[in-house]
């Protein structure tokens, strides 16, 4: 491979935390996981047997989108998460969390068409 290159790049903070949150999560640091996405994106890119353009625009938008709006939220639960902690405390804000994933079950089992066609749904703190 040789020796590495050392290289400056600059992100806005909320890009920042997300790539320290998956850097943290792959067991990295920020350095190692970002070289990792840029040989990876490399790697695909020299893949790639079609050229961009043939794919439509709107599904290469959505492709593109959708994982960095999960991303995204993900991100936000966690911030909020902290934050709501620090305001009222880690107890009060367990309950508050249990409550919020109580209903948010509820709610995707009544958009599914009830209880019975919904499997039973397991929550799990994020904190």
Sequence with gaps: M????????????????????????????LSEYVRGLVLRDLSRAEEREEP???VPVPARVAELITPQILELSLVTGI?????LARAVG????????TRAQERAAEQLKALLGGPESAPELETESIA
């Design 90 to 97: 880690e107890d009060e804000a367990r309950k508050l969390e």
């Design 79 to 83: 911030l909020v998460r902290a934050q």
């Design 52 to 54: 961009a353009a043939t």
């Design 2 to 29: 040789g020796r590495l290159k050392q290289i400056k790049i600059g992100v806005d903070v909320l890009t920042e935390a997300r790539l320290t949150v998956r850097a943290q999560q792959a067991g990295a640091s």
